[in-house]
């Protein structure tokens, strides 16, 4: 597999249609990830009165709880390229009462906010979406005030990120190899490389910790679902697949999952790094 002929207007293109394709589900998922997410926002410590980005917030999970935080002086604009996650957020914010929660459709490596506009932005599960992901965090810098803060979670090396690489793995068997690599989820798993990315930017007070995602499945068809929830692009791949390859998938889930059951289904233990820096 190459790099070589990876055009990154296309793998956006393709992430969004996923991340529109699995919006509701994604939504419906999100408990999984709940003590995830709440470690995320423990770490922003945001403070009544602040205005918070939640990027590539796909339905605003993030966002409706920092609303929360912020209180009625604050403001939240929770912000994706994917609008069907939007919409979902929107209808979820409606029925919450969240009246003062703001959605923007955006790419991350271009935003549409002026200089300096957030005290602190949160970015869950993102940064890997993207193609030029030092583009993003200029841009992110540029949105920040001075002495603001970002706050963001990626997976671990792969090896420790069961959640996904069984799946993974499932895929490369059945699958043929695509031509052209994508960036893989996991490329900022190791705190080096990734401290490294957010010094570049030019964030200062730059601090990684670990987390541990722990996750229970009653059967592997509930892991497949919940990974297909999760991973835009790989549904969308495999959601225009044939009927045949896509059970062959299942099955091959199935099997690889037999391995790991205990008696009262499958569990995984992922790991996830939470990184703080300051503009
Ligand atoms: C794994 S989801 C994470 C959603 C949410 N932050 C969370 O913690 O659950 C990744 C999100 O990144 C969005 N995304 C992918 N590429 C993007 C881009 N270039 N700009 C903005 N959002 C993007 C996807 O649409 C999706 O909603």
Redesign the pocket.
Same mark, same amino acid.
Request: no cysteine.
């Given at each position: 597999m190459s790099t070589q002929g990876f055009d990154h207007r296309r793998f956006?293109a393709q992430?969004?249609a996923?991340?529109?394709r699995i919006a509701e589900h994604?939504d419906k998922g %999100?408990d999984l990830?709940a003590d $995830?997410?709440r470690a $995320?926002l423990d770490e922003a410590a945001l403070q009544p009165g602040e205005h918070v980005l939640? !990027? +590539?917030?796909? /339905?605003g $999970?993030?966002a409706r709880d920092a609303t929360l935080r912020v209180g009625e002086r604050g403001q939240v604009v929770a912000?994706?390229? +994917?609008e069907a996650?939007l919409q979902v957020g929107l209808r979820r914010a409606a029925e919450d009462g969240l009246a003062g929660l703001l959605f923007a459709a %955006?790419? +991350?490596?271009q935003l549409p906010f002026a200089e300096a506009r957030f005290d602190a932005v949160? $970015? =869950? !599960? =993102?940064l890997f979406?993207? /193609?030029h992901p030092e583009r %993003?965090l200029a841009e992110v810098r540029r949105v920040l005030r001075p002495g603001g803060r970002l706050v963001l979670?990626v997976w671990g090396p792969r090896e420790s990120v069961p959640l996904i690489s069984h799946a993974q793995d499932c895929i490369a068997r059945v699958l043929p190899q695509p031509r052209v690599q994508r960036p893989s989820v996991f490329r900022f798993g190791d705190a080096g490389p990734l401290e490294l990315l957010l010094r570049q930017a030019g964030f200062g007070e730059v601090g990684i910790g670990d987390y541990r995602l722990h996750c229970h499945f009653h059967d592997h068809e509930a892991y497949w679902q919940a990974f297909l929830s !999760? +991973?835009?692009g790989a549904a969308e791949a495999i959601g225009r697949l044939d009927p045949e390859l896509r059970a062959k998938l299942a099955d091959e889930v199935g099997r690889e999952l037999a391995a790991c059951r205990s008696a009262n289904g499958f569990h995984t233990d992922s790991l996830v790094l939470i990184a703080s820096a300051r503009r």
């Open positions: 956006k992430e969004r996923g991340f529109n994604y %999100a990830r $995830l997410q $995320l939640d !990027l +590539a917030s796909g /339905p $999970l993030l912000s994706d390229i +994917a996650m %955006a790419d +991350a490596e949160l $970015l =869950g !599960l =993102g979406m993207f /193609p %993003a979670s !999760l +991973a835009g």
